[in-house]
């Protein structure tokens, strides 16, 4: 099993989303498993992860990222805004927003002219934690962001952080990935930049197994990203099950949801 170790500091609105009691969370966890489907250690199944997804599939993406339009429902002017969130009151008009901002009620900034998410406003009140889930085609807006930003951070076996395709392993990427002391992933290695070797390596299986894991239950209804998100968390998965021991294989099924990661990259708006 996964450990989601971190996410995305923008976007971690189910961290932020309470339950008031035993049932909700109930439902909550039934509702998780849904949308979430671990594969079997199978050796049929670890060959048979080809991409469902054509060129075709990804135009339509595109299509979808350039042409959608976030709801209207709980938007915010500036003014609103700044009564609307405690934490900004009694700041001047441009203190935190701008013009290209579009400011919703449950604490989700976008950018005007992309619609990808800006911030997530700090919510200091736990009792209106319930408020934070993105709606809609927020869901859209979260997802952008949210694929933006674990391609920024894909992690080498020699410690560096790259953006897009993790590259083919070469002798020192080898050497890294051998040694014994970036096997074991330690609390202290989950709060530093500083690792290399599988330790990197696991780091980034969780963060985009985690990130994916989120977003799931918001992009059900679209299914060419529900379909990009699932291939993409089980290539990630797999790699955790090959682990360390099997770090070839593993590193394999990386650099596949990095190439995914990269595509849908690639059809974002700037």
């Given amino acids: 099993m996964l450990k989601h170790m971190f996410y995305l500091g923008v976007v971690p609105f189910l961290a932020l989303t309470g339950c ?19 594969w079997e250690d199978d050796e049929r199944h ?54 290209g901002d579009i400011i919703y009620e449950n604490y989700y900034v976008f950018d005007a002219d992309t619609q990808k998410l800006n911030s997530l406003i700090s919510n200091p009140d736990p009792d209106s934690l319930s ?5 809609d085609t927020q869901s859209l807006g979260v997802f952008m962001t949210s694929v933006e930003q674990t391609n920024q951070q894909v992690r080498t076996p020699t410690g560096e952080t790259i953006e897009g395709t ?12 051998s040694d014994d002391d970036y096997q074991v992933l ?4 989950m709060q530093t930049e500083d690792v290399k070797g599988w330790l990197a390596m696991q780091l980034f299986i969780d963060l985009v197994d985690g990130n994916l894991e989120q977003m799931q239950p918001h992009i059900k209804d679209y299914e060419e990203l529900y379909t990009w998100a699932e291939e993409t968390r089980q290539h990630a998965q797999v790699a ?22 990269e595509k849908m990259n690639e059809v974002i708006p700037d």
Avoid: C, W
């Fill in 46 to 99: 670890l060959e048979s992860l080809d991409t469902q997804l054509s060129d075709e599939d990804y135009e339509t993406i595109e299509e979808l990222f350039h042409n959608f339009e976030l709801p209207e429902e709980g938007q915010l002017t500036t003014e609103e805004a700044h009564d609307h969130f405690p934490d900004v009151e009694n700041q001047p008009d441009d203190y935190f927003f701008s013009d």
């Fill in 131 to 135: 408020g934070t889930m993105p709606y």
């Fill in 186 to 189: 330690s609390k202290e290695d």
């Fill in 240 to 261: 955790d099950r090959h682990g360390y021991n099997n770090y070839e294989a593993a590193y394999d099924h990386i650099q596949k949801a990095t190439e995914n990661l």
């Fill in 166 to 177: 993790l590259p083919d392993l070469t002798d020192e990427d080898h050497e890294a990935l």
């Fill in 20 to 38: 008031s009691n035993a049932e909700e969370e109930v439902a909550e966890a039934k509702k998780a498993d849904d949308y979430s489907h671990i």
